[in-house]
């Protein structure tokens, strides 16, 4: 398995997260072909690296069932 070096990563919050303090997911494109992953509120925890592809199709997907629920989660 891979490893990368994250420590010059530039984070970014989610616009999928919710802005409560609660769900919030950090990501960073600095990666080609692939996407990091880590929960915001442990930032020094595990990171979860996902393919760029999967990522895209997850997100997709995240929006899909956003659009169906009436006042769910926010959108980008």
Request: charge should be negative.
């Amino acid at each position: 398995m891979r490893e990368y070096d994250l420590s010059e990563a530039r984070w970014r919050k989610s616009t999928y997260s919710d802005g409560n303090g609660g769900n919030c997911v950090e990501v960073t494109h600095d990666f080609p072909g692939v996407v990091p992953v880590r929960d915001s509120k442990a930032a020094a925890g595990p990171v979860l690296v996902v393919g760029a592809a999967a990522w895209t199709e997850f997100v997709g997907a995240v929006a899909a069932d956003a659009g169906s629920h009436r006042g769910g989660v926010a959108h980008a």
